[in-house]
């Protein structure tokens, strides 16, 4: 099932624009330090937690044990990811943390640079790419740093992880998604064993049931393996299958944090996750959804487990995460007032009727401050969620939508005066303009996206939920951010007090154009195709708006003194284009058409023009931003009294990043020896 609930922020989208708000602050007068490293093509970042001090003493104690059973996950994901990536890790923190040389020569430095890129990439392929890291450091170096290691910290696989290391061609990418290749074969990422594409979808074909009006997650946590038998099977994970000795560990900080729920039905909601953890059954995982979407009375909330199917090629299985969160009052009231909507914003649509849902059940929307984040949400994390994925759940039950403000508070404040607009927006007037909207509009965008693109419109009766198949993950993100742009327009907005001026959507407007037609190439190296399913959908929208408003010139690229802009002149012609797209996006996605959405992602999402590639990188490599930005930790710390009872949790935000990362492979290792 291709999953659908996040917005990845990029740093060619909104949060690397300088923009303001009301009451801001720069970093510099809010005294926080937000930068804790630069490297490579990576800065990483503090967020603060404003209001966790506010908190009763027991929702402290919720968030401190569900924090646990969060960061306790961590190894899981390094496995799914790549199954060298654990023991790779541990060689290459032994051989760090040991060193005893200069540590300011050349070869320590670069192998510095490798660990930290593969610590931030939870493996060693980029989190974004998918390609594989070339290390700056040579074989011998490693090896001779490898020899001074104790023997009982020695890699028994030597020779395989130096090979896994430093041949380019062996398992070089995580997920493949170039049409035409066996995307399993082709991709290093460890949900297959001894499989082939075809048969995994062979397989999946054998045993789903097509009447089932309540189908399962199919393939969401396990792994398909060939026996030696020849006979393919399911790896479940669950105690005493695959991964127990982490998913034991989770169970018991749930157990614990259960102690301080809520109310009753956080409690059952927490109960019931942890019998899916039990049983590793997907009925029981469902029976979860259906109670955490209808919780929406707590103030504390999380998510936790196999979620985001990025990264499988075929957009089946779930990679580990979680994130512990507690609700903005003050800023909720404006997804508040979004969900409460959501009816009219369904019936006006501009998609065929057909599609449309007649009664929109169960839709909430928060605006969230993130306490922790863990697994495939950590160190780079989304902005904003929306789940249950199952779309008969959604349609029965509704869904659940956040927007996680205190990280995209964090982004624009570590944003501010890089010199990003004076570079790439194309006048005084329009860099006015976003200065003025954007960040409330992005957020507004986010929120749309969330709580209302993702649970709009429905699939025709029969229609398989993975009839997209691998371009499901794309085509699914651009309908939600379609969805978000067509309504950002409307006077709707207006009526309803969440925006104040008709002209605050073209902020929105120009940052999407200028990010999907040129400077989200700063993050594809040269001669490459555009993999991730995000940039596609970005890319997809505004390469499809660009080409059908040719003829009526709706948008420009023009050039100046050599450099390339882009003029919107006509706002509302295109948004009349994202309403046009939006129709046929969901028709594909109604109908199954899997040809036709095959189609639109191959013309217009993949291939990258190689001279405005270079453009771009040549202009963004001058501003001396970090193309990708991903976050440290808070640390939480139980208090206790004379009698061991905790009596307050407190939160510093002192760590580093590679202090962070070491401490939890030290305190938080569970599939590793």
């Known amino acids: 099932m291709s999953f659908i609930n996040r917005i990845i922020p990029a740093a060619a989208m909104a949060l690397v624009f300088t923009t303001s708000c009301n009451n801001a602050t720069t970093p510099e007068e809010s005294g926080f330090d937000y930068t804790v490293d630069r490297f490579a093509d990576i800065e990483v970042l503090r967020y603060q937690v404003p209001g ?79 390609d594989k890291f070339t290390p700056e450091f040579t074989q011998e170096f490693l090896a001779a740093e490898v020899d001074k290691l104790p023997a009982d910290v020695q890699p028994s696989d030597r020779e395989m992880l130096f090979k896994v290391i430093f041949d380019p061609s062996f398992m070089a990418k995580r997920v493949n998604q170039a049409e035409g290749a066996d995307l399993v074969a082709t991709s290093a990422c460890n949900f297959y064993e001894g499989v082939t594409q075809q048969e995994v979808e062979d397989y999946y074909a054998a045993v789903k049931d097509t009447t089932d009006l309540t189908p399962i997650s199919y393939g969401l946590n396990s792994r398909l393996v060939k026996g030696a038998d020849g006979k ?109 909507n959501a009816q009219w914003f369904e019936n006006n649509s501009p998609i065929d009727p057909r599609f449309r849902k007649p009664e929109v059940k169960g839709v909430s929307a928060k605006v969230i401050t993130a306490a922790i984040l863990a697994g495939d949400a950590y160190p780079a994390t989304p902005i904003g969620i929306n789940l249950p994925n199952a779309n008969w759940i959604r349609a029965a039950h509704g869904s659940k939508s956040v927007t996680i403000e205190n990280i995209t508070d964090a982004y624009d404040k570590a944003a501010h005066g890089n010199g990003f607009n004076e570079e790439f927006v194309i006048d005084q007037p329009t860099r006015e303009l976003m200065d003025k909207y954007l960040f409330i509009t992005d957020n507004l965008h986010t929120d749309l996206h969330e709580c209302l693109g993702h649970g709009s419109g429905q699939l025709l009766p029969g229609v398989d939920p ?208």
């Not at 200069?102 to 060693?124: H, M, P, T, W």
């Not at 998510?303 to 089946?316: K, T, V």
């Not at 001026?501 to 190439?521: H, I, P, R, V």
């Open 52 to 130: 966790f001090e506010q908190l009763s003493l027991d929702q402290k104690k919720l968030i401190y044990h569900l924090t646990e059973a969060a960061i306790t996950g961590r190894d899981i994901l390094w496995d799914q990811n790549c199954r060298y990536n654990l023991p790779i890790r541990q060689m290459l923190e032994a051989v760090y943390t040991s060193y005893d040389g200069d540590r300011d020569d050349s070869q320590f430095k670069a192998f510095e640079k490798y660990l930290k890129q593969v610590e931030f990439a939870n493996g060693i392929h980029h989190h974004y790419s998918m």
């Open 232 to 340: 393919i099977a399911e790896d479940t994970y669950k105690i005493g299958g695959r991964y127990s000795a982490a998913i034991e560990k989770i169970v018991g900080h749930l157990n614990e944090a259960a102690k301080y729920a809520e109310n009753e039905t956080q409690r059952k909601t927490i109960d019931k996750l942890i019998e899916y953890y039990t049983t590793g059954d997907l009925k029981t995982f469902d029976e979860y959804s259906i109670n955490w979407v209808g919780d929406t009375a707590s103030q504390v909330d999380f998510i936790n487990g196999f979620i985001e199917s990025y990264g499988d090629p075929l957009g089946m299985r779930g990679s580990w995460e979680s994130i512990v969160n507690f609700k903005n009052q003050e800023a909720s009231h404006r997804t508040e007032v979004i969900s409460d």
């Open 466 to 673: 993975d009839a997209l198949k691998a371009h499901g993950s794309t085509l699914e993100e651009a309908r939600a951010d379609l969805f978000a742009l067509y309504y950002l327009a409307d006077p709707k907005l207006i009526e309803l007090g969440l925006l104040d001026s008709s002209d605050a959507y073209k902020a929105e407007y120009y940052k999407y154009m200028l990010n999907g037609l040129m400077t989200q190439l700063m993050r594809i190296e040269p001669g490459k195709d555009v993999e991730e399913a995000h940039m596609r959908n970005r890319k997809l929208i505004a390469e499809w708006a660009f080409e059908h408003g040719k003829d009526a010139n709706v948008v420009e690229m023009i050039t100046r003194d050599g450099k390339t802009f882009i003029q919107i002149n006509d706002y509302e012609a295109l948004r009349g284009l994202f309403g046009q797209l939006l129709s046929e996006i969901q028709r594909i996605k109604s109908e199954g058409d899997y040809t036709a959405g095959r189609d639109l992602v191959e013309k217009y999402a993949v291939k990258v023009d190689p001279q405005l590639h270079k453009e771009v990188l040549d202009r963004y490599a001058a501003l001396d931003i970090a193309p990708y930005k991903g976050f440290v930790n808070p640390v939480y710390t139980p208090v206790t009294g004379s009698d061991g009872e905790i009596t307050d949790i407190t939160v510093s935000y002192s760590e580093d990043y590679l202090p962070q990362v070491l401490r939890y492979s030290k305190e938080y290792s569970t599939l590793v020896k």
